[in-house]
């Protein structure tokens, strides 16, 4: 299993408008082939934001990079633009390998 | 639901002392009020190190919190000094709220 995190640093007081774009938006990612799971996170208020991080795992690193070509993706991000002043800087994604799970 | 991350910057060169460590461990987290699921995860290479992050997912923040002072908590850390060298600096410590969970 692969996990792809983009972890977003949004601006103080814009915490709302964040959540509200992500919150009512279609990831297409449905009936992506080797699509498992998707989070949309909460983390913690530092200095001049707040963290907030999207998680999707996959089956494989190689499905993942499927879905970065694909139609689905690009529909997922078609106007996309985000509004001014939400994000500090652009996304930080990180891919993790998934060695060990325990329920 | 709620993910506590544990972030790790493991040495070049040590992560195989490092997974072994993490795969040979018992978290004692089996039959925690609250738990859900734990994952150790492998990230991306920097340039002094290599990123791995343990996630668990727990019922609540209160049940992640009422673990954390528990006998569990203790038994799982105890005997945990790290290996000289496998670390740079302490591991950083992220919780998250989950917002949404698409499948």
């Known amino acids: ?17 964040f959540e509200e774009i992500w919150l ?3 990831s297409h990612l449905k009936g992506v082939p080797g699509f498992v799971e998707f989070q949309l996170l909460k983390g913690p208020e530092r200095d001049d934001h707040r963290l907030y991080a999207s998680h ?33 800087g652009p996304p930080n994604l990180e891919c993790f390998e998934v060695l060990q799970k325990v329920k």
């Open 56 to 88: 999707s795992l996959w089956a494989s690193e190689a499905a993942f990079e499927a879905w970065t070509t694909s139609d689905a993706f690009r529909k997922a991000h078609a106007g996309a633009k985000p509004r001014e002043g939400i994000y500090l």
């Open 1 to 17: 299993m692969y996990i792809a995190m983009n972890r977003f640093r949004v601006t103080l007081g814009r915490e709302n408008d």
């Open 24 to 26: 009512s938006r279609d």
